[in-house]
């Protein structure tokens, strides 16, 4: 179980502070999909980033703190101090272009070895790395190519391996699919909720899309500027949206004979509208498990 505790992120750029997390506590459950929705520039990445300790300059965490719940490799609890040390290994990123993730100039089989502990068997983490791709769908001669010898969905899927390969306890994936055409994208989805099915860790999944994560997440997590407004059971939310934000993206997912496709602009882009929200970061329980943020709505 993940716990997030008042947790806000800054920018710091010269003498000016851009606040992109602001206050978000919340708890993430075990063996749970969390898709993660809103708008453009509502911190979504910037949240993912701090989970997966992956904080540079001119980024940094200016309040709260990140509980992590896992064990690392070595027994002791993960904490936002060591967890680049867990890397792949207990918590691993997709991100949205496996070309700026797999190496361009070493082989794909190098990127598998290349980490502290695999250094004596390394024949051993191959052989089994070969016969893991395999079942991934990916022909076993791809761990001898480049990053840009092998297609896009090649990449993206041989990125999910090397997520998935020591079963990590939690994978974030950040708009794991958006440079794929919308039937790799299906499949690389379909693998992933597999592979989470299989290992019983957690996901949480950023995307744009709201049919995504109607079809495969648990929870939904929806963000605007910088907090949370939204966060329950994806069942729950969908079928009694709470927030006017939330209601939003869900009214414009385009329904089956509905020639208007009515505001597929927000529900792909995470447009709001002509509505601004100021947020409180508070979290009211509305019902078991499905939290909502108090705000006032106001035309821009
Ligand atoms: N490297 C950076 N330097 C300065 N500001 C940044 C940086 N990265 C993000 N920001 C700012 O932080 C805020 C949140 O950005 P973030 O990328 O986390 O949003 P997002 O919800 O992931 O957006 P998108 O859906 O477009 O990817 C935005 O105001 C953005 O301009």
């Known amino acids: 179980m993940i716990r997030l505790n008042d947790l806000?992120?800054?920018?710091?750029?010269?003498?000016?502070?851009?606040?992109?997390?602001?206050?978000?506590?919340?708890?993430?459950?075990?063996?749970?999909?969390?898709?993660?929705?809103?708008?453009?520039?509502?911190?979504?990445?910037?949240?993912?980033?701090a989970i997966y300790g992956d904080i540079q300059s001119p980024m940094y965490i200016s309040r709260g703190s990140i509980d992590y719940g896992l064990k690392g490799v070595d027994g002791k609890?993960?904490?936002?101090?060591?967890?680049?040390?867990?890397?792949?290994?207990?918590?691993?990123?997709?991100?949205?272009?496996?070309?700026?993730?797999?190496?361009?100039v070493i082989k794909i089989r190098e990127q598998f070895i290349d980490f502290p502990g695999t250094d004596s068997n390394k024949k051993r983490v191959l052989e089994k790395a070969r016969a893991y791709i395999g079942k991934?769908?990916?022909?076993?001669?791809?761990?001898?190519?480049y990053p840009h010898q092998l297609s896009g969905g090649m990449r993206q899927r041989m990125m999910i391996a090397l997520a998935t390969f020591f079963q990590p306890e939690l994978i974030i994936a950040d708009e794991p699919t958006t440079a794929?055409?919308?039937?790799?994208?299906?499949?690389?989805?379909?693998?992933?909720?597999?592979?989470?099915?299989?290992?019983?860790?957690?996901?949480?999944?950023?995307?744009?899309?709201?049919?995504?994560?109607?079809q495969v997440t648990h929870k939904m997590l929806i963000m605007y500027a910088g907090r949370v407004v939204e966060y329950g059971d994806t069942d729950s939310v969908f079928a009694d949206p709470q927030h006017p934000y939330t209601r939003m993206l869900i009214d414009s997912l385009p329904t089956i004979g509905d020639d208007s496709m009515r505001g597929v602009l927000a529900s792909q882009a995470g447009a709001s509208g002509d509505r601004a929200y100021r947020v409180e970061p508070n979290l009211i329980e509305v019902k078991p498990g499905h939290f909502v943020a108090q705000s006032e709505g106001a035309s821009v």
């Open 136 to 145: 991934l769908g990916l022909p076993p001669e791809a761990m001898d190519s």
């Open 8 to 49: 806000k992120i800054s920018y710091r750029i010269g003498s000016r502070t851009i606040d992109a997390v602001d206050g978000v506590t919340l708890t993430i459950p075990d063996n749970c999909v969390v898709g993660i929705a809103g708008e453009s520039g509502s911190g979504k990445s910037t949240l993912m980033k």
């Open 77 to 104: 609890p993960v904490t936002a101090g060591n967890v680049r040390k867990e890397w792949f290994k207990s918590i691993s990123y997709v991100p949205q272009s496996s070309m700026n993730s797999l190496n361009p």
């Open 180 to 214: 794929l055409d919308v039937v790799v994208q299906k499949d690389i989805l379909m693998l992933l909720m597999e592979l989470q099915e299989e290992m019983g860790n957690t996901i949480l999944v950023v995307s744009h899309d709201m049919g995504v994560h109607y």
